[in-house]
């Protein structure tokens, strides 16, 4: 399944809608402006909220913590020695990793699980201006999950770069 985020409104504090490929509304994003640190909310098209995310405060890299229900899910954070292309690691709270790679400023990067690709995030395949696809590969996969983390490490790769 295919979604569709307006990248120029990417920007916390501001709410924003992520849309099927039908042009459906499907996830709200709540930013939380007035914070000390990132913080925003994916919720449904009824207004529950699905994901909590926001920066770690007192990390010595910036990382990014997405929560479920008040639960820890994941830890995103920039992987060290990631020379030639940016790389993240999203460590999930039951100890496996997704692995995300790719040209995260050009928005044309992979999520993978062991070298499996759960999803491909991409400008490529749309003709509107400041969008990017998020295709979710797998029919089995977290899709707020996999947003969540696109939106993170395109976040985190803005602010290393000083393009927030």
Request: with cysteine; hydrophobic share 40%.
């Amino acid at each position: 399944m295919r979604f569709l985020v307006r990248d120029r409104l990417l920007g916390f504090g501001d709410d924003y809608w992520i849309e099927d490929e039908h042009g459906n509304k499907v996830f709200l994003v709540d930013g939380k402006a007035m914070r000390l640190r990132d913080t925003f909310e994916l919720k449904d098209t009824r207004g529950r909220v699905l994901i909590d995310i926001h920066q770690k405060m007192f990390a010595l890299r910036d990382t990014m913590v997405i929560e479920r229900d008040g639960e820890t899910l994941a830890t995103i954070r920039r992987k060290r020695l990631s020379l030639l292309r940016n790389h993240y690691r999203v460590a999930l709270v039951d100890g496996t990793e997704l692995d995300v790679s790719g040209k995260i400023l050009d928005r044309e990067f992979g999520v993978d699980y062991d070298g499996e690709l759960l999803a491909q995030i991409s400008r490529r395949w749309l003709r509107v201006r400041e969008t990017y696809g998020v295709d979710v590969v797998r029919d089995d996969a977290d899709t707020a999950l996999l947003i969540a983390v696109a939106v993170c490490v395109i976040h985190l790769a803005e602010k290393e770069h000083g393009a927030d």
